[in-house]
């Protein structure tokens, strides 16, 4: 029987937090400014 054990040996999972945080960055703000560019046009659609 194995252990599971999903750390990798070489102790790089401090190089793999800034990875998924840069990663979420890169999709985070262009949503966000999606969402900001959606809801001005939307207020301009319904308020004239």
């Known amino acids: 029987m194995s252990t599971s ?3 990798p040996p070489d ?3 401090s190089d793999r ?3 998924i945080a840069f990663a979420w960055l890169w999709v985070g703000a262009p949503l966000v400014y999606g969402l900001y560019e959606l809801v ?3 207020t301009q659609l319904f308020t004239g």
């Open 5 to 7: 054990d999903s750390s």
């Open 11 to 13: 102790g790089s999972t």
């Open 17 to 19: 937090r800034g990875l």
């Open 40 to 42: 001005q046009k939307a």
